[in-house]
């Protein structure tokens, strides 16, 4: 019989509650989204999504057991994200493991949200470490390399806005619904089947909006948001209606997904060229193939996903992405990360403190804004 781990997720506003065997068998991923609690707000309420998690999490962990058809004492461990996020959140997730933990007797794993979504490639996909990696949520935007379990090295971060908070707050200013980066997309989706069904060049537009490249002609692999952001800002004001007409909408969508995509192109060929000069006698030595991993909520766009397809394919390496539905929170990720934790002997004791920030890479050096809690 092969180990099970059961894996809680609570660090913003989706409740997750999966059970994994360990050689990646997914037995149950149980998840509930507050989108409808959000979305008068344009945006989390970290007080009402604690409470939320706290309203759906027994009912998701029984429905979860269910579904897998074990009882607790047929686990091997439990694993719960414990940072970073909103620690109202992370506290309730938290606090159920190590629960049923100590009820019953069972190892507890304490979780970082973030190295949960880079191991989600190793759930999904076989991919060996060393790795090069992207990682673009609503709260991060980073390149890091995955070197082993516990051990990563931060290539680059952002200094204000994340990607996935970059397409929420520029759809909301566009009167989309939250959360935007869906609704952002398939705007862009619309634009380009207009296009192709009048004959025209759907990247003609891009030159009328001329969004910015922020921090592309620096040679650091680090990200700013920020002033692509203000710039939709301009082009929206500058709409002489107080509704976006529908035409104005996809265009707007479209030059921003087209401006986001240079960015990351730009700063992930400097990303590949460093990976293969630091990593590759290692890969080399191993025989492993260089991969590119995405992950996160944003990781789910198609534009980012087919041009990162693209980048990966003229650098000889593999691009792997996750399943579109494991790329935004989920239990799946931390049960997961909790197996390769556990195979590592990695496990923690019950008075371990949840953590609002929590550096995968934490002797990179600090950068401005954001920068400093990466």
Known sequence: ??????????????????????????????????????????????????????????????????????????LSAIAATCGPGLIGGVMVGMMAGKAIAAAHDLPF??????EAHLLTARLTNTVEMPYLCLLVSGGHTQILVAEDIDRYKRF?????????????????MMGLPYPGGPHMQKLAQDYQ????????????????????????????????????????????????????????AEELAYAFHQAVIKVLEKKLTRAIAMFKESYGDTLDAQNITPSLVVAGGVAANSYI?????????????????????????????????????????????????????????????????AGVKA
């Not at 680059?156 to 909301?172: Q, S, V």
């Open 109 to 114: 794993i304490a979780v970082n949200h973030l």
């Open 1 to 74: 019989m092969g180990k099970y781990v059961l894996g809680i997720e609570s660090s913003c506003d989706d409740t997750g509650v999966a059970i994994i065997r360990d050689d990646g068998h997914i037995c149950a991923n149980m998840l509930a989204s507050q989108y409808v609690e959000h979305e008068e707000f344009g945006g989390v309420v970290p007080e009402i999504a604690a409470r939320a998690h706290l309203e759906q999490m027994d009912r998701l962990i029984i429905a979860a057991m269910k579904e897998a058809d074990l009882d607790f004492k047929d």
């Open 156 to 172: 680059g971060t952002t200094l204000d806005d994340a990607l996935g908070e970059a397409f929420d707050k520029t759809a909301k």
């Open 305 to 369: 996903r087919a041009a990162l397809e693209d980048l990966t394919a003229a650098h000889n390496m593999t691009l792997i992405a996750p399943p579109v539905k494991l790329c935004s929170d989920n239990g799946a990720m931390i049960a997961w990360a909790g197996i390769e934790r556990f195979k590592r002997g990695l496990i923690n004791e019950l008075d371990f403190a949840a953590r609002p920030r929590w550096p995968l890479d934490p002797d990179a050096e600090k950068r401005i804004g």
């Open 193 to 248: 089947a207009r296009c192709a069904k009048n004959g025209q060049d759907p990247n003609a537009i891009i030159a009328k909006y001329d969004l910015p490249l922020p921090l592309t002609h620096q040679k650091n692999l680090d990200f700013s948001f920020s002033g692509l952001k203000t710039a939709m800002r301009k082009h929206i004001d500058a709409i002489d209606s107080d509704i976006i007409e529908q035409h104005d």
